[in-house]
């Protein structure tokens, strides 16, 4: 080295390079390359080719393609999805590149690696992950400090079991250190359905930062409609949801101390819009709601948690749905302690509220509530008796303590009764009905009394057990005008059914009028 430069120092490699030039070019062509354990039958040519000149290295890799079999093994998945993706041992891969991937080198501080376009397929033409336009441009501005700029962008297609999923467009971008990096990653795709934003900056030794992430899904029919089956097959949904309108957003601010989750701090806010659909056999419409909550592995709200619907189709129609809760104390999120602290709903006519806020608990084995019922209207009551001959006039009140017990709904000692000035009940019995009048003078009387009673006092005990079975006690106080020349009378009648395979009349009569009103459009 002194020779060539005699005021270098001995050691000075960098002035050594400086007064060196030099070219290469390497072909290699590769029939074939198995490397155990990873790939086999790996084929394609390298062209390689380089300079060095006044300390600065450029090196070339020439378009090329590449493909071969890669093990499964190194690909970390879990052997339930490679069996359910038909992914044995090995899948087929290729790699293709349509412009020279460049890298570069001033000194020992300062080096790029520049990809401008390649594409990366990943799978058989049922189950494929194919990574399209991908461009890779990483710098590093001072190697001895690690600061180093990143940009990558990608566009990324997805086909499973021969169901394609939307196309995504990803983008990142990084700049700093290891002090400090600030870096954006941007995920959306091409359908416009969905896009998520997750930017901020890290210190990449301790793990302290800040981040902001936005996600949105403005075509939710769209999305769930591709999301739904991988869902179902990995028992994650074990309901059938179909959604037909929505939109939803979540924003959250992230802090961390370090890499420990636990010490991570959230503060999130949810919103859903105008969402419409079903689960199972229950159609629903117009879902709003608003979350405001902060934690990690246990939440806490920082407002009350705000739900409302516009119609909910169990059978018989619920509208007007409002639910407001809150999770006062960190509760974790898996299995939360709720406090309902309101809820109002118009059915039969009426309404249906919570009088005092209440508490639930995700964890116990049942929970227990007091809701009222107010302004109940008889006739909407007995009209979901279908094929009965039976019309009914008043207003009812009362209160049902619910219990819920392994997802049944059982109510104990619930009670309703009509308000003044009472009512009308008006019953025309069926052949089978006035058959078993001949031989019961009782219900002969029964039947001659409801054919037209005018009440003034109904109230009834009701009563529903976890099969499902509804008991109700109806005692009655009034008379038949045309009847006993207007009598008053009291009598009792108890009503025994199972609620449940009526609610699935109702609901299969509705979804039958749907289907029909759609096959007419």
Known sequence: PNELNPAAPPDSDEALLRQLTARFHLTNKIRQLDIRDS??????????????????????????????????????????WRQW???????????????????????SASWSVQMPTASLSLGDKDTRVRLQKLTIDVAALDAGQMAISTRLSVSLSTRLR??????????????????????????????E????????????????GEYQLDAKISDLPYFTETVTPLLEHFKLLEDTVTIRSGAIRLDTALKSRSFDIADWEQRSQLTFENVTGSINDYGFEGLALSADWSGTTRWKTLQPLDISLAKLSIGLEVTDIHLRASLPKTTAIALPQVRVEALSATLLGGQLTLPDAQAWDFAASSNHVTVKAQQWQLSELVALQSGADIQARGTLEGELPLTVEDGRIIIKNGYLRALPPGGS??????????????SSPELALALDLLSDFQYQVLSTEVQLDKAGNLLLGLSLEGSNPEQYQGQLINFNINVEQNIDPLLQSLRLSDNLVKRIENGLK
Not at 162 to 175: D, G, S, V
């Open 39 to 80: 790939a086999d039958h790996f084929s394609g040519t390298l062209d390689l080719a380089g300079t060095l000149q006044k300390g600065r290295i450029e090196i070339a890799l020439q378009p090329f393609t590449a493909q071969g079999n890669l093990s499964t093994q190194q690909l970390s998945l879990p052997e339930n």
């Open 85 to 107: 993706m038909h992914w044995e041992e090995t899948v087929p891969v290729h790699l293709e590149t349509t412009d020279a991937i460049s890298f570069a080198a001033t000194n």
């Open 162 to 191: 021969k169901q394609a999923l939307p196309q995504l467009e990803i983008a990142f971008t990084q700049h700093g250190n290891l002090e400090r990096s600030e870096f954006s990653l941007i995920v959306a795709d091409t359908a």
């Open 193 to 208: 359905s969905m896009h998520t934003a997750l930017q901020g900056d890290i210190h990449l030794t301790s793990g302290s």
């Open 425 to 438: 009940i008006r019953y025309q019995a069926d052949e089978k009905g006035l058959a078993m009048a001949k």
